[in-house]
């Protein structure tokens, strides 16, 4: 059998036996990746989970968390399983309620919209009576935070209805990135991509003469095609670079007073701090070049250039994922509003250019249908990057968003889709966190960090061995995704677990209504096309389009262009901000009164950074995205697996810092700071600003049996803070910390995530 499949990281044509399935990229995409190989390369790895497990001492002993992570597992029949399963959620439904439920999902779980891990366990536990939820983001949570109060739109909007290459192509004269425009990030995309088509429009661009500049302390953290020029300054200084631009602006006139006096609030109330009047310290470039090292020339240089061209400014999503990680996003928007160019084709500003592979594609009519996750009748919640904090720390009280949050006390983790063990920061810690419930099931393919540290592990299918149908956030092509191989194992969907749990609970609402996957699609698909239909698209009719290698969602303008109704018109467009304009300084922020998060754009100096006068750790880590995988999914994959040195993770290192510790291409080093260490392989690269060591995120966590600090594997989150970008986000700060590195020279200690974990035998029923 022969057909079509999207993934998160293109579409893949595939040759099944039914068994397993060879495949290749498809015809259609103009600039397929490698990364898509790891898909075919992993469905029947060692560390493909088979067959339902429970951990020894839970087994024997009932719940309780002591030994997640150490001990061996004893598979057992699925009856058996989905029998505990149901109990543990029968006993804590009684005794805790909702609140003592929460209901973990997070990330990329699955290219198809019905099986998308997120919306069966959310629906699922609702049908329970609701589950303690996550709200915001690793990706952008941070920004997810401050755009709303700075342009009234969160970064999804941003980015949906942000303008398209096609008009940057056209109007665009210098395209400024601060974070990269990122290759390796534009070849995956949420939801699946079909077509790839970033790099050619960076060139099409490129060949209008739009001048790329890439402001990123990692020179190859962009397209070679795009020719960008290369500023490189120190890691979490660019809020301070911003400043000195707008000082400049300010300084020459260059200001477009007309626009702020029309479209924005609030710059009276930066200008004074702008200027140094409100705190006697004038944002200038002098001020900057040491903050920032950037000659202060070439800042006053770069200035005058945005303002006599058609400038877009891109903000990666990078940018945010740092201690006060507001403040570049903030200072964006208002480098933008005092060029006056929001709202112009191929002027203003993005939130994800080159971060994810949709980003810059025209908004569709619609969105493709999806499973409806029904009502959460639990109230509480935690900002996502608290979790250790939650598990840790219940009762505790922390300031988000300009509320005050009790972090609940939480008895059972349910976790489908995603892996808190990429995602999350100070894994050890994380570790520690993760033996306070009384239980945690896992739905999982492989023996990840996550199902490692289970209770009950539950076997679940790829998306390559069900039924689905998917498209990306914002991509235009629709793909049916009809069941390629058999599951490995005994491994079932997500839905079918939760449809036989049903069968075993008493349920609020039902959960399968009765209706198999198929039925469920035809179904989704249905009403989807009557809603089109009402609006005046159409679409082919299910069977038509099931038999389709694809179909197009129909676009509303294919030549969009960020807050040009509101430029229009901005009285009948007004922004969702208390004002309807673009608040460079923010009376709702203000009143929060965050000494981290003030009412407008400032420079705060970061926890840990190369400007640190105290620090013993004298290399500043930058933990990115990996260009050989998507966050931590598929390590076991070909393509993956190829990347690494002496099987550990590459760090990248400048050859003047190998120099200096006697460092050559290939040794395995060891990336140390206080709170752990790790492994990885050596590769030397002029690619980096000097001082920085780049570890890209996602090697699959390997502690130490010793010592859970130190990963054997490469995983950088053993050495990242669990600490809030600010009390206004609690966003992840993840993407930088302060390390030193030495050579290791002892004896390679052997790795466990390329194999399962130990098994025993027996199936002693449990403790009630």
């Excluded at 990078?318 to 112009?344: C, F, N, Y």
């Excluded at 539950?458 to 629709?478: K, S």
């Excluded at 859970?708 to 053993?718: A, K």
């Amino acid at each position: 059998m022969q057909s079509t499949h999207l993934t998160h990281f293109g579409v893949l044509e595939a040759e099944s036996d039914g068994k397993s399935l060879r495949s290749r990229p498809w015809r259609g995409d103009p600039d397929p990746r490698r990364i898509i190989d790891n898909v075919a390369s992993s469905q029947h790895h060692p560390t493909r989970i088979l067959r339902p497990a429970i951990r020894q001492g839970w087994l024997e002993h009932g719940p309780g968390g002591t030994g997640r992570g150490d001990e061996p597992f004893v598979e057992i029949e699925w009856d058996e399983a989905l029998h505990l399963v149901a109990e543990e959620l029968k006993r804590v439904y009684a005794e805790r309620g909702s609140s003592g439920v929460y209901g973990g999902s997070y990330g990329w779980s699955s290219a198809g919209r019905f099986h998308h891990g997120q919306s069966q366990i959310h629906r699922f536990l609702n049908c329970l009576g609701g589950y303690v939820s996550a709200v915001g983001d690793y990706s952008y949570g941070t920004s997810g935070a401050i755009l709303p109060h700075v342009v009234g739109a969160s970064p999804a909007d941003v980015m949906v209805n942000g303008t398209t290459w096609e008009v940057i192509a056209d109007h665009t004269e210098l395209f400024i990135s601060f974070g990269g425009l990122s290759e390796k990030n534009s070849a995956v995309g949420p939801g699946g991509i079909g077509r790839h088509s970033t790099r050619g429009s960076v060139k099409t661009a490129r060949e209008s003469g739009c001048q790329f500049i890439d402001i990123t302390p990692i020179r190859d953290d962009a397209f070679a095609i795009a020719d960008s020029e290369w500023i490189a300054p120190i890691p979490g200084s660019d809020t301070a670079l911003m400043l000195a631009l707008a000082y400049v602006l300010d300084a020459e006139d260059a200001v477009d007073s007309d626009f702020i006096e029309k479209y924005t609030v609030g710059y009276d109330r930066f200008l004074p701090y702008l200027r140094g009047s409100s705190d006697g310290i004038p944002k200038t470039p002098v001020w900057a070049e040491p903050i920032t090292g950037i000659d202060s020339e070439l800042i006053i240089d770069l200035a005058r250039r945005m303002a006599r061209s058609r400038t877009m400014i891109n903000l990666s999503w990078s940018m945010q994922r740092q201690d006060h990680g507001e403040q570049p996003i903030w200072m964006g928007v208002t480098l933008a509003a005092m060029l006056g160019q929001i709202g112009l084709p191929g002027g203003g500003f993005q939130h994800g250019y080159g971060s994810s592979a949709d980003v810059g594609l025209a908004k569709r009519v619609s969105s493709p249908p999806s499973l409806p996750r029904g009502k959460n009748r639990e109230t509480a919640f935690i900002p996502v990057a608290r979790i250790s904090d939650m598990l840790l720390e219940p009762g505790k009280v922390i300031d988000f968003n300009g509320h005050e949050i009790t972090l609940p006390d939480i008895d059972l983790v349910y976790w489908v889709g995603g892996n808190p063990f990429h995602h999350h920061q100070d894994l050890a810690r994380l570790r520690r966190a993760f033996q306070q419930p009384s239980t945690v099931i896992v739905h999982e393919m492989f023996w990840t960090s996550t199902a490692r540290h289970a209770d009950i592990v539950l076997p679940a299918t790829m998306t390559i061995e069900r039924d689905d149908y998917g498209a990306g956030r914002n991509d235009p092509q629709f793909f049916p995704m009809p069941t390629l191989t058999a599951p490995a194992g005994e491994a079932k969907d997500d839905y079918a677990i939760f449809a036989e749990l049903e069968r075993r609970l008493t349920m609020l609402k039902s959960f399968s209504e009765d209706r198999t996957p198929q039925q469920w699609l035809r179904h989704l698909y249905d009403e989807w096309q009557e809603r089109l239909r009402a609006r005046g698209s159409r679409v082919p009719d299910f069977d038509e389009f099931w038999s389709s290698e694809h179909i197009d969602i129909p676009l509303v303008d294919e030549r969009q262009v960020l807050f040009s109704e509101f430029r229009t018109d901005p009285e009948k467009n007004p922004l969702r901000t208390p004002s309807g304009r673009i608040e460079i300084f923010s009376e709702v922020v203000d009143s929060f009164a965050y000494d981290d998060c003030p009412g407008h754009p400032v420079w705060l100096e970061p926890r840990e950074w190369l400007g640190s006068r105290n620090s013993r750790h004298p290399l500043h880590l930058i933990s990115n995205q990996p260009k050989t995988r998507l966050h931590s999914q598929l390590d076991v994959g070909d393509t993956s697996k190829t990347s690494k040195v002496h099987d550990r993770e590459p760090a990248r290192m400048n050859p003047e810092d190998a120099a200096a510790r006697d460092l050559k291409d290939g040794d395995v080093i060891r990336i140390v700071n206080d709170r752990g260490s790790c492994l990885a392989g050596l590769v030397i690269s002029n690619a980096l600003r000097p001082g920085i060591v780049q570890l890209a995120t996602g090697a699959w966590y390997d502690p130490d049996p010793d010592d859970p600090s130190f990963c054997r594997h490469g995983n950088p989150n053993v050495l990242s803070a669990d600490l809030p970008s600010s009390r206004l986000s609690q966003g992840t700060t993840a993407q930088h910390a302060l390390v030193d590195v030495e050579k290791w020279n002892g004896p390679l200690p052997p790795l466990t995530v390329d194999k399962p974990p130990t098994f025993v035998p027996g199936r002693t029923r449990p403790h009630r």
